[in-house]
């Protein structure tokens, strides 16, 4: 099936470099730059080179800029190198890093989460260990104290006044990102982090209202969801990346079946997109992987709910990225290390694909 836009009086089939309206904001084509967390940061703080990494490829074209995670408290953190949202000091450095973005006519969203169990490793020049309270790291939390993957520390259960706390920590650095003039918010539900702990029932044992039924185990989720919607302007969409699948074989695994109704769920809270992303639980054996292998999760989703959905997972190629918008598999094509390696990602699919894209005055002698 074609998906179509309304594009003044005539109607065209969608593709790569047609915009999206999503609330009041209009993304000037289907690119994102994926989360990627960078390890660059001290206490929180974005720097220079957040400042050159994100402005590089807004510069490349791409319609939106999604920040790496920016956890909402310390202990939130994987590494002691991550960004975070956790204090107003946070909020400069992004005001002058979001301002040369939309120079270039590019919006920026904020990833924010909290790992978790997760949290808590050495840096990745150090190995990217998991460090317990004994090798300067510190004890981590889940729903239950069951870790994400054998030999890891156990992490304790959160009470239920702490998943008050951290609901509160979210709706605190959604404000501080507001305030930071971020155009969007993207919540990290996914990657086996804290939310997606309390949705799976691998790791979610609990027998609260935070765990057993579908119903609790979506909970926190939601709750999140509803404190964040309640403080950003309601012209701003929101964003949420999901593990569609745990991609392990369990009778508690996430299921696809389970996504779909959560993303109903979510719609009716307000939110506005879902990126379908998958795992967090089990290693992948990245060998037997194809581009756009993950399609079909955002596929699913969009297609049974009617929901924004962005794809992501091994899209690298222009032509790939163009044939998802045009098959109406899904309305963004979330790409991050394609992007690594190509920064013009959106310059150079724009030129194999024959459409004409804006490119920054100051290149225009390259082509
Ligand atoms: C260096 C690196 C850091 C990442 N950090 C994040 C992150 O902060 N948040 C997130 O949701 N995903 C993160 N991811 C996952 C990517 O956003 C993406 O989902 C994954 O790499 C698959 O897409 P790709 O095949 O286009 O690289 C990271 C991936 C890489 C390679």
Redo the contacts with the bound molecule.
Sequence with gaps: MEHQINSGNTMQTAHLFSPLAIRNLTLKNRIVL????QYSSVDGFASDWHLVHLGSRAVGGAGLIIT??ASVHPSARSTTHDIGMWKDEHIEKWQQINAFVHEQGTAVAI?LGHFGSKASRSHPNDGFEYLDEHKNGWQTVSSSPIAPFPGMSIPREVSIEEISGIINEFRNAALRAVKAGFDSIEL?F??GYLVHQFLSKLINQRSDIYGGSFENRTRLGLEIVEAVRQVIPNEMPLFV?ISAVDYVESESAWTLEESIQFARFLKEKGVDVITA?AGGFSWVDKSKLSEGYQVPLSEAIKAQTGIFTGA????TKAHTADDVIKNGNADLVV????HLRNPYFAINAGIELGVPVNIPWQYKRAY
């Design positions: 994926s989360p990627m967390q790496e995670c990833q990290h996914a990657h990346r992303s992501v997972g091994l899209i790409i991050a290390r394609e």
